[in-house]
């Protein structure tokens, strides 16, 4: 599965424009974001409550390090509660993890996952070498009722054994992360999750629509 595309809420759309041409060196034109296959489109948020946003980035897991060396010089990475800002995780994920803050509150990741294949370039990294947006949060009432509904729609599996808190479907190229409602983003553990008014666009997938009027994201097939 891949994210093709995803419509963001945001206060200001020229500084959040600005920060992911400034800060994360990615292409910018208007309100649409470029990150490798996907897009990401700055929309003006109106009425709609911004912050708690999770997106990951994809990038190639032998220039992780040269990755989080070119972020530290750019943002401050999250850090958990046991003063960790890098994070493995084994089995189905097989990757590593780095978090930091982006503008309007979201809690942005990049991650390098082991399966997908390796970059051929060398020395310092830059932001055009994030390959998609990979992962983005979708929180949800009753967790094992969205999964259920958006496994159906989409034709989607997860990556790992879901559980009443977390179910993260699709595979290493897009991930949709169903959280609780209730549940704060890791590693920080200080926002909830927020979904109002995101437009997911996704390809790879059954043609569907899900929604879900009340927590106010909607996914469909591109």
Known sequence: MR????????????????YCREVLELPVDGDAVRIGWSTLR?????????GGVHLAFNVPDNRFAEATRWLKARATLQRDAEQREHFTFDGRWDSQSIYFTGPEGWILELIGRRRLPAATRTGPFHGSEMTCISEVGLPAAHVATAQAELQAAFGLEPLSPPNAHFAPLGDDEGLLIVVDATRRWFPEQKDLPNAQGLRVQLSGVTAATVQDPTLGWHVRAA
């Open 42 to 50: 700055l929309q003006p948020a109106g009425g709609n409550p911004v």
């Open 3 to 18: 994210i093709q595309q995803i419509d963001l809420p945001v206060s200001d759309v020229a500084a959040a424009a600005a």
